[in-house]
Nanobody, 118 residues
Framework: QVQLVESGGGLVQPGGSLRLSCAAS????????MGWYRQAPGKQREWVGT???????NYADSVKGRFTISRDNGKNTLYLQMNSLKPEDTAVYYC????????????WGQGTQVTVSS
């Protein structure tokens, strides 16, 4: 069974950095485009960025230049490196497939909480 498990969240001060991980099963990361998403309390879930199979990336304007998505196929892990964090980055962060060939609704997990505050 395919599983996506997020980890690495925590409390960080504005301007700080945090690295999130998304553990995926088997060859998932080599076969499908993957995305990071986030949801703040009382708000809709929003798209953060995408890592395609060919290694290219795209990011939401709100995080462009500060966040970087990468993967380690050997460890079956997707990463989100977050730098220059702002209070508005506070949210629960999720990873998921980013392709119409796989229904996202089947794979939302618990996410990992990121809180940016002094």
């Amino acid at each position: 069974q395919v599983q996506l498990v997020e980890s690495g969240g925590g409390l960080v001060q504005p301007g700080g950095s945090l690295r999130l991980s998304c553990a995926a099963s088997g060859s998932i990361l080599r076969l499908y485009a993957m995305g990071w998403y986030r949801q703040a309390p009382g708000k809709q879930r929003e798209w953060v960025g995408t890592l395609r199979v060919d290694g290219t990336t795209n990011y939401a304007d709100s995080v462009k230049g500060r966040f970087t998505i990468s993967r380690d196929n050997g460890k079956n892990t997707l990463y989100l490196q977050m730098n220059s964090l702002k209070p508005e980055d506070t949210a629960v962060y999720y990873c998921n497939f980013k392709t119409y060939s796989v229904p996202q609704e089947n794979y939302w997990g618990q996410g990992t909480q990121v809180t940016v505050s002094s």
